[in-house]
């Protein structure tokens, strides 16, 4: 096993910077102590400071490596973790990776190690994360018949969900965007695209996720009035569990969902 250095290695937070990285320390034969985002504090005790520049061949080849080593499982596990943008994961998913790839067999299965268990861990976490957002996903139809979606999940969820809904939804445009992180994406009937709504251009409530009522197609109030009536009249009043409700749909996605505004 490589030593590993009190040295701190900076990156763009990216996953190939995250790949280059990794190719970094086996050529200069130094293992980071702390794998931080440019601009992080640096920790109290370090010996010195890289920046990792990030290249697409060198992460290439880094993934490549990788490839022959793990599952498609193991790999999916890899891109999917990194999308919880948890700062802890930094240097755990980088020791995951630098392992697998000294390993001579698989290392997907071996969760006595800290690395691969946080790493494990966080997958199911994201993918959790992903199959709620599937799940209280709550449109609007706006006036030129586009369907708008405001969320706030914990973790970055959006490439996970896109596809989900584009097969669900082929044949109508939508929008999903993501408030917190402050991009999303619009669907237009043949192809998605990565969009960012200026501040100057929003015309949603962060707070509710409502369109202002003159965006609204004509029948989209009635429809929304419709759901909730079904959502009180499906509640059997005298077997109401709150505390199983609030389990099964947590309080922090209310604010969008529109059986609970």
Not at 3 to 15: H, N
Not at 31 to 47: I, T
Not at 53 to 81: C, P, Q
Not at 156 to 178: C, E, G, M, S, T
Request: proline share 5%.
């Amino acid at each position: 096993m490589n030593p590993v250095t009190t040295t701190t290695f900076l990156y763009d937070r990216t996953f190939d910077g995250l790949l280059t990285s990794v190719f970094e320390a086996f050529v200069r034969k130094e293992f980071p102590g702390a794998l931080l985002g440019e601009g992080e504090p640096l920790p109290l005790f370090h010996e010195g400071v890289y920046t990792v520049v990030t290249d697409t061949e060198k992460a290439g080849r880094v993934w490549k490596a990788l490839e022959k080593k793990l599952s498609g499982r193991a790999l999916t596990m890899l891109t999917v973790s990194y999308l919880s943008e948890l700062p802890e994961l930094d240097l755990h998913l980088f020791n995951n990776i630098c392992k697998a790839v000294r390993a001579d067999r698989s290392i997907e299965t071996f969760f006595t190690d800290d690395d691969v268990r946080f790493v494990t861990d966080t997958f199911r976490r994201v993918r959790y994360e992903r199959l709620r957002m599937m799940q209280f996903v709550r449109f609007q139809k706006a006036k030129d018949g586009t369907y708008f979606s405001l969320i706030r999940p914990d973790f970055n969820v959006i490439p996970l969900i896109i596809p989900h809904f584009q097969d669900r939804f082929a044949d109508q445009p939508w929008i999903i965007y993501d408030v917190r992180r402050d991009y999303g994406c619009y669907y237009n009937g043949s192809e998605v695209t990565e969009i960012t709504i200026t501040e100057d251009g929003r015309t949603f409530d962060p707070r509710t996720g409502k369109l202002p009522a003159e965006l609204m197609a004509e029948d989209e109030m009635l429809f929304q009035e419709l759901w909730r009536t079904y959502f009180k009249a499906v509640c059997i009043k005298e077997r109401l569990n709150l505390r199983k409700q609030r389990k099964d749909m947590p309080v922090r996605y209310w604010a969008y969902m529109t059986e609970k505004q």
